[in-house]
């Protein structure tokens, strides 16, 4: 049976939708300087355990202090936000998201008819209603990484939630990706047809260099990698995926981003590529469907993240007596293995989802879910959402964790929202 979970999300973004709040376009919403929230359970992200009747303190945009209910002076001139039946958590990061994307049914064109079809503006238009679908599922913080042939559109998306026009999560932006010749979609249209791409193609070092620097120029906080593209069972029933960039092109882009600062995130799912990703210093591997244990222990020594997005290889699945069948499945057992294989040599893992690739509609959190019935503890779990997606982001105490010092810009009651995801609850719980 399905049970409503209500949470409080510590909102980290510097924007969120409440009527009650009177805000500018310059300065954001006006606040009470003094907010007080009264925790019935709080998970505060980085403890191991969860703590009853605490009382959080906020001073404008910033928690200040964490109290016992029993000893907490409460000054009368505070908002008082009474939680005191519930569960308090940090506000959620999906580090692997993509808000140009609606989870495309085939039966209604696929991928294809959002670069061929759709103008820019309907496809931004969606956009906002992802971003806030992100909100309603407690998720405060998205990594969004890339957005599948709408240029820079994220970054104004961005740019439309920081200034307080629409609401939604603190992004971080990859915008257009970049990826090779050969590898990436739209495919299969006659070759004498020029079409658009999913994501910026580059062959060669010089070309690789310049994308990313286009890319950082117009505002990329992260730089989205293809390292692998297609998949298929190979003729001794091995998962095969085709590798891309090669180790200099990578490493060209690598050296760009970091000296602005940034990072890289590689998509790879495995093999060739896979070991390109990781000798070119890919500082976190989204999917990585299979993991050798050496790549595995050259992840831990490179300090490399994994960003496995475990659920959404459950979905779809092609008829199992089809090539296509045939390689959905053993994705899901070779991902299996990887993520247990990581997980168990102590592998930085942050929370991800990929959701755009299925619809915005479905629970984002059904990820926690196969983390745990993967070998995580729901802790670990939680952990991998907040304080670990917030240290792969780079702002650790400031967001993914409840504590003295971490950012608390807007709150009201009416952040109190309904999480579905009782089967992850329960494992919680039990
Ligand atoms: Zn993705």
């Known amino acids: 049976m399905k049970r409503w979970i209500v949470l409080l999300c510590i909102f980290s973004s510097p924007f969120f939708f409440h009527p009650c709040l009177s805000w500018t376009q310059t300065s954001g919403p006006v606040l009470n300087p003094l907010t007080i929230v009264k925790a019935g359970t709080l998970i505060d992200g980085v403890s191991s355990t969860a703590r009853r009747d605490q009382v959080i303190t906020i001073r404008r945009n910033v928690i200040s202090q964490i109290a016992n209910a029993s000893s907490a002076k409460i000054p009368a001139d505070a908002t008082v936000i009474d939680l005191s039946k519930y569960t308090v958590l940090p506000g959620l990061i999906d580090a692997h998201t993509h808000i140009f994307l609606q989870g495309e049914d085939p039966a209604e064109g696929g991928y294809d008819v959002q670069l061929l079809k759709y103008p820019l503006a309907f496809r931004a238009a969606r956009a906002t209603v992802s971003a806030r679908r992100a909100l309603e599922q407690g998720f405060t913080t998205i990594r969004d990484m890339e957005t599948e042939g709408a240029g820079y559109g994220d970054v104004g998306i961005k740019m439309a939630i920081e200034r307080g026009y629409i609401p939604g999560p603190r992004m971080f932006a990859a915008t257009r990706a970049i990826s090779t010749t050969g590898g990436y979609p739209l495919e299969g249209y006659a070759p004498e047809i020029e079409v658009p791409k999913g994501a910026q193609l580059i062959d060669g070092p010089i070309e690789a260099r310049k994308a990313a620097r286009e890319q950082l120029d117009h505002g990329a906080d992260w730089i989205k990698v293809y390292m692998t593209h297609r998949s298929w069972v190979g003729k001794n029933g091995e998962l095969v995926s085709q590798p891309t960039l090669t180790v200099e092109e990578l490493r060209a882009i690598v050296d760009e981003a970091h000296g602005w600062g940034k990072k890289v995130a590689c998509h790879s799912y495995g093999g060739i590529g896979m070991q390109r990703a990781l000798d070119g210093g890919c500082d976190s591997i989204e999917h990585g469907l299979m993991l050798s ?34 390689r959905d499945r053993k994705r899901v057992s070779e991902h299996e293995a990887s993520f247990r294989r990581a997980l168990a040599a102590g592998v930085k893992i942050a929370f991800g989802t990929d959701v755009g690739g299925f619809s915005w509609t479905d629970p984002i959190a059904a990820e926690f879910t196969r983390m745990v019935e993967l070998g995580m503890t729901p802790m670990q779990a939680i952990q991998a959402a907040t304080s670990r997606a917030a240290e792969l982001l780079e702002r650790t105490g400031q967001l993914g964790v409840i504590a003295p010092g971490a950012f608390m810009p807007m709150l009201s009651r009416s952040m109190a929202i309904r999480w579905r995801a009782s089967k992850f609850w329960r494992m919680l719980a039990s």
């Open 293 to 326: 244990d050496a790549q595995v222990a050259q992840m831990i020594k490179q300090g490399t993240w994994l960003c496995p997005t475990l659920n959404i290889y459950y979905m779809d699945w092609a008829p199992a007596d089809t090539p296509e069948g045939q």
